[in-house]
Nanobody, 121 residues
Framework: QVNLEESGGGSVQAGGSLRLSCAASGRTFSYYAMGWARQAPGKERESVARIGWNGRSTYYADSVKGRFTISRDNAKNTVYLQMNSLKPEDTAVYFC??????????????WGKGTLVTVAS
């Protein structure tokens, strides 16, 4: 059983920043890729960023490239999403996920409950 708990969501003005954190349970955190996805009201969930097991490989959706940074601390079983230059269209529930392999392009098979990010214009 893997538990993922997100934190750091909240409300911010456009142009502002937030840092999301996701704490994972278990001893195998460092074996797997991790990721963040988001779901806006009335829209499908979309992958935002992913990171490989050792942090060297990353993926970003075009919509966040250059503004968001994913990172991980395997010693703390935690993955982060630094979000800068936030836009109203970034408003969504953000979910943390664990991959099914080490690779950054792996599927995600465990999900947290999500944290809400609201960006006001």
């Amino acid at each position: 059983q893997v538990n993922l708990e997100e934190s750091g969501g909240g409300s911010v003005q456009a142009g502002g920043s937030l840092r999301l954190s996701c704490a994972a349970s278990g001893r195998t955190f460092s074996y797997y890729a991790m990721g963040w996805a988001r779901q806006a009201p009335g829209k499908e969930r979309e992958s935002v960023a992913r990171i490989g097991w050792n942090g060297r490989s990353t993926y970003y959706a075009d919509s966040v490239k250059g503004r968001f940074t994913i990172s991980r601390d395997n010693a703390k079983n935690t993955v982060y999403l630094q979000m800068n230059s936030l836009k109203p269209e970034d408003t969504a529930v953000y979910f943390c996920a664990r991959g099914d392999s080490q690779l950054v392009n792996s599927g995600m098979n465990y999900w947290g409950k999500g944290t809400l990010v609201t960006v006001a214009s």
